[in-house]
């Protein structure tokens, strides 16, 4: 059974920094691209960030390019997402998404999400 | 304001057949395979539909997807009450940043 368990969300106040954590297991995490989903509070689904299966090749939204950094560790089947600078409009459940191929192409297992909240 | 424009709202009785669209363009889902997620309150988003007509296992074949040109469709055959949820149409543009339409909030009245 495909699990992913995300945490270290929390409240950080606005130009902080934050990193995001998504275990993974019941699947060869090797082999799947991961992707991370956020849902501000009542609205709709954004795509945040997705990474390869070898973590060679990153994607990223133009809303966070330049301020979040995904990375993995194959070897401990952890995705991480570093969310730097961050701003009011970044609160939202944040999602870990995996894969059903190498490289991005379609969320076929979900996290519970993650909530992060900036706010002073 | 989506790239990919989903009707807000849709509604229909438990039997009843519905359909949501998905309209995008020629640089995402005239070029790339759409998917579709279905969530219900409370819970976080489920695959339904993926490479635009396929489900994935588990999945009742009351679902079913389709695209034509720059547009996607889902449809609900034997609508139930279990069926109330948001969904969400997705696909790639050419430079690989996903793309979620503004979903559709489904009433079984």
């Known amino acids: 059974e495909v699990q992913l368990l995300e945490s270290g969300g929390g409240l950080v106040q606005p130009g902080g920094s934050l990193t995001l954590s998504c275990v993974a297991s019941?699947?060869?995490?090797?082999?799947?691209?991961m992707n991370w989903v956020r849902q501000a509070p009542g609205k709709g689904l954004e795509w945040v960030s997705s990474?390869?299966?070898?973590?060679?090749?990153?994607y990223y939204a133009d809303s966070v390019k330049g301020r979040f950094t995904i990375s993995r560790d194959n070897s401990k089947n952890t995705l991480w997402l570093r969310m730097n600078s961050l701003r009011a409009e970044d609160t939202a459940l944040y999602y870990c998404?995996?894969?059903?191929?190498?490289?991005?192409?379609?969320?076929?297992?979900w996290g519970q999400g993650d909530m992060v909240t900036v706010s002073s | 304001q989506s790239v990919l424009t989903q009707p807000p709202s849709a509604s229909g009785t438990p039997g009843q057949r519905v359909t949501i669209s998905c309209s995008g363009s020629?640089?995402?889902?005239?070029?790339?395979?759409v998917s579709w997620y279905q969530q219900l309150p409370g819970t976080a988003p489920k695959l339904l539909i993926y490479?635009?007509?396929q489900r994935p296992s588990g999945v009742p074949d009351r679902f079913s997807g389709s695209k034509s040109g720059t547009s996607a469709s889902l449809a609900i055959s034997g609508l139930q009450s279990e069926d109330e949820a948001h969904y969400y149409c997705?696909?790639?543009?050419?430079?690989?940043?996903?793309?979620f339409g503004g979903g559709t909030k489904l009433t079984v009245l």
């Open positions: 990474l390869s299966h070898g973590g060679h090749s990153t």
């Open positions: 997705a696909a790639w543009d050419a430079s690989l940043n996903g793309l």
């Open positions: 020629s640089s995402n889902i005239g070029s790339n395979i």
């Open positions: 998404a995996k894969d059903n191929y190498g490289y991005p192409s379609t969320f076929d297992f």
């Open positions: 019941g699947f060869t995490f090797s082999d799947y691209a």
């Open positions: 490479n635009n007509n």
